[in-house]
């Protein structure tokens, strides 16, 4: 959630819950543009983990059409937001 600018994270209250607990979110990320030869879900596990902790992937390597796979990744707010991040595919 933002509000004027400024990422806000609002977590259920809860007893127990820790400084560092409150400052990880989970967050959908979509990937876009890993080459057909890579494509599956352990590459989109790999690339997602360069962003933080991957908790689930969401694609079906039996499509027929894929644009983009999504992760779900639990981010740290302390880490900077980075809206596009490139990696290199050698064949």
Do not use: C
């Not at 599956?40 to 997602?48: K, S, Y």
């Not at 499509?63 to 990696?87: E, M, S, T, Y």
């Amino acid at each position: 959630m933002l509000f004027d600018d400024w990422m806000l994270s609002i977590h259920r209250w809860d007893p127990d819950i820790s400084d560092a607990g409150m400052t990880i979110i989970p967050f959908w990320v979509k990937i876009q543009g890993i080459p057909l030869l890579y494509l599956t879900n352990a590459m989109a596990r790999a690339v997602g983990n360069r962003l933080g902790y991957v908790d689930d992937v969401d694609f079906d390597e039996n499509a027929n059409h894929v644009g983009f796979v999504r992760v779900k990744i639990n981010w740290n707010l302390d880490d900077p937001l980075r809206f596009q991040r490139n990696f290199r595919f050698d064949a």
